[in-house]
T-cell receptor, first 114, second 113 residues
């Protein structure tokens, strides 16, 4: 069975500092993808970054990067130079390579303090 | 900014009402999804349509009835709902079902009295 675990219900970070949001997963499928989404209080789920299981390099997208450790089955999101607008819920999601279904974690509420 | 829109954004309805949620995507995608997000629970996939054909019904009660008249529009018809159906209903789309990123709309916040 697929499983996604986000162990941090809430995180605080000072503006302009970096923060790491944890995500571990469990799948026996050799091909899979990992996604991070941001959900502000308005409700919309905003796609941030994607990492494929066969990707050789860690994904990066602007201030977002993914610390992908395949052997440990972890895909932590790193946000550099935090901004007040980064305050939101962050969800990690797992998808098997040939299956469109996303399994979401319970999320981490990030609060950026001025 | 978003390529996926949802209306209404907020909806309050009684248990005997009939209402519909609408989703429209402007991304040229072929797959569309309905998700339910309840408080303190992970997102739950409800329905999937690919090229207008329903490919997934994740054991959703019949009081929820989806409709996909074309690849750009997706509806969720609601009738005889229960208070526990109160949740955020999110629509998403992707290029197709296979290995593509899903892009979400802003959601409809539904309250059933």
């Amino acid at each position: 069975a697929q499983k996604i675990t986000q162990t941090q219900p809430g995180m605080f970070v000072q503006e302009k500092e970096a923060v790491t949001l944890d995500c571990t997963y469990d799948t026996s499928d050799p091909s899979y993808g990992l996604f991070w989404y941001k959900q502000p209080s308005s409700g919309e789920m905003i796609f941030l970054i994607y990492q494929g299981s066969y990707d050789q390099q860690n994904a990066t997208e602007g201030r977002y990067s993914l610390n992908f450790q395949k052997a440990r089955k972890s895909a932590n999101l790193v946000i550099s130079a935090s901004q007040l607008g980064d305050s939101a819920m962050y969800f990690c999601a797992l998808r098997r390579g040939s299956n469109y279904k996303l399994t979401f974690g319970k999320g981490t509420l990030l609060t950026v303090n001025p | 900014e978003t390529g996926v829109t949802q209306t209404p954004r907020h909806l309050v309805m009684g248990m005997t009402n009939k209402k519909s949620l609408k989703c429209e995507q402007h991304l040229g995608h072929n797959a569309m999804y309905w998700y339910k997000q309840s408080a303190k629970k992970p997102l739950e996939l409800m329905f999937v349509y690919n090229f207008k054909e329903q490919t997934e019904n994740n054991s959703v009660p019949s009081r929820f009835s989806p409709e996909c008249p074309n690849s750009s529009h997706l509806f969720l018809h609601l009738h005889t709902l229960q208070p526990e159906d109160s949740a955020l209903y999110l629509c998403a789309s992707s290029q197709d079902q296979l290995e593509d990123t899903q892009y979400f709309g802003p959601g409809t916040r539904l309250t059933v009295l």
